[in-house]
């Protein structure tokens, strides 16, 4: 029915030397689209030449209709206009012939993530997933020339003096970024060309445990992944922006440490969680360590003695000796709102000992009162500390310095460790977007503790230093706000 409105492919004239498509079928690729976001602009047209060991390179393009219009600068730039694509076919028309073209084969394109990420969504649109190993040529220009001043495809024509192409347009793109590819292994041999690619690419070699399509559908979005053991435990959890990059870099005969090739023996089973972004994975990550306890992970496990310092606020009828900070629990401290106008909480530490040592070295460091600290009691009205006795305390034990004084140098010397206020007027819900994969997480934290069900979790201490890290990235865009985006 739409045969006449699709083309048919043809032979293309540049070629790349068998010995680098020994590493496997290259799918060159370059899209026009109707803006740049992925999830809500549309294709305009899309060009890909194939090339395969052993046979001549196939080449084929398309333009499209968008279904809506193509605003007027992109028509400028592009020189594709609403008449020229009013005709042409959709997406779901042409998905067929372009799947075919790019099923086993390296996507390659000119930074890959956008032209992946329009791809990607015109086939969930249609109702298709879309996977595939991408090839940035990008980075592969930043790994040969890495002195080179700018790695866009303009720079990299007039840098290497290509010529006679169409910029701009899909195919124009897609013969310059092959004809980067053609050049660099001249120049540099195929050899280093090959080496450079496999590495950007990660590829794995699987154990021989885990079946050959045990990583196929694995998407390329950020999340959290689970490594399986021999009785169905988990043995290693691990977040990752790009799920499919990560795992797959996990058995990279180029790249695996000592601990990956632990786990790859280990290994029987994978499973992964998508997540809308870093920050939503992270925060993943730390609670599934913390639920499922994986051998190998050790630094986000549960601190079960976690806890902080309270220093209250004193008067000049306040005895030195009930002024010294106390221990605070995590649970003590979730059951608490956080009030600042009696108290102030330092911390979060390990446990009870890591504090007290932590306070045992600020005091030597700022001459603080050992009595007054709680560290010693003082066994008749004005005896003296230790510390006193050697000159090192300013001397509230003895009446030397008033407590009031002193709980403020006790305040400053705290200070590095001082919990920061809650900077929202109550619960606060952080939204993260992954417009290339259409998902979007909502987040809710009062207090630096996570929110659930309505309910405010236990205090954890990575979420605390995940929280703290983002909200130092992001003041600005925050301020004053009770919903976030980023």
């Known amino acids: 029915m739409f045969a006449k409105s699709v083309p048919q492919a043809a032979q293309s004239s540049i070629e790349l030397p068998d010995a680098l498509l020994a590493l496997g079928d290259f799918a060159f690729i370059d899209v026009e689209t109707t803006g740049t976001k992925p ?39 592009t020189g594709i206009t609403n008449d020229m694509v009013r005709d042409a076919p959709s997406f779901f028309e ?14 390659v394109a000119h930074n890959a993530r ?16 879309f996977t595939s190993d991408a090839l940035c040529t990008v980075r592969l220009s930043r790994a040969l020339y890495p002195n080179a001043d700018g790695h866009g495809l303009d720079a990299i024509i007039h840098r290497h003096r290509l010529s006679g192409f169409a910029r ?66 988990p043995i290693y959890i691990g977040k990752a922006k790009e799920l ?12 695996m440490t ?54 209250s606020v004193v008067d000049e009828a306040t005895e030195s000796t009930s002024a010294a900070p106390t221990w605070l629990a995590a649970d003590e401290w979730i059951s608490g709102d956080g009030d600042t106008s009696t ?8 446990d009870k000992a890591t504090a007290k040592r932590w306070l045992a070295t600020i005091a030597k460091d700022h001459q603080l009162c050992d009595h007054a600290l709680g560290f010693s009691k003082p066994r008749t009205l004005n005896d003296p500390c230790f510390p ?45 977007r992954d417009e290339v994969n259409d998902r979007v997480d909502l987040l809710r934290f009062d207090q630096w503790c996570a929110v659930a069900g309505g309910e405010r979790l236990p205090f954890d201490a990575d979420v605390f230093k995940l929280l703290r890290r983002m909200l130092a990235k992001h003041t600005a865009g925050f301020a004053g706000k009770r919903r976030i985006s980023f």
């Open 94 to 107: 042409i998905r067929d012939q372009l799947r075919e073209l790019l099923t086993d084969a390296f996507f």
């Open 343 to 350: 108290r102030s909480v330092f911390g979060p530490f390990n």
């Open 168 to 233: 701009h347009r899909a195919m124009g793109d897609t013969e310059a970024t092959a004809a980067f590819v053609r050049y660099a292994a001249e120049d540099h041999g195929v050899e280093t060309v090959f080496a450079a690619a496999k590495s950007l690419l990660k590829m794995p070699s699987l154990p021989a445990q885990l079946e050959s399509n045990s990583i196929a559908d694995i998407p390329d979005s950020p999340g959290v992944y689970l490594f399986y053991g021999i009785n169905d435990l």
């Open 388 to 432: 006193r006795q050697l000159g090192r305390c300013f001397g509230v034990c003895v009446g030397a310095e008033s407590i009031e004084a002193h709980q403020a140098r006790v305040a400053d010397a705290m200070a590095s460790q001082r919990m920061p206020d809650w900077p929202f007027d109550g619960v606060a819900t952080f939204e993260e």
């Open 244 to 255: 499919r990059t990560r795992i797959r870099s996990h058995f990279s005969s180029d790249h």
């Open 114 to 129: 956008f032209d992946y990420g329009f791809i990607k969504n015109e086939f969930r649109r249609a109702g298709e997933s």
């Open 258 to 311: 000592p601990n990956d090739i632990r786990l790859s023996q280990e290994l029987r089973r994978i499973e992964w969680r998508p997540t809308a972004g870093e920050f939503s994975a992270l925060l993943l990550e730390a609670q599934l360590v913390k639920e499922k306890l994986p051998l190998h992970n050790i630094a986000l496990r549960k601190r079960t003695k976690l806890g902080f310092l309270s220093l």
């Open 39 to 77: 999830l809500t602009s549309r294709l305009t047209e899309v060009a890909v030449i194939r090339f395969s060991a052993g046979k001549a390179p196939v080449r084929w393009q398309t333009l499209l209709n968008p279904g809506t219009s193509i605003p007027s600068e992109i028509q400028v730039l």
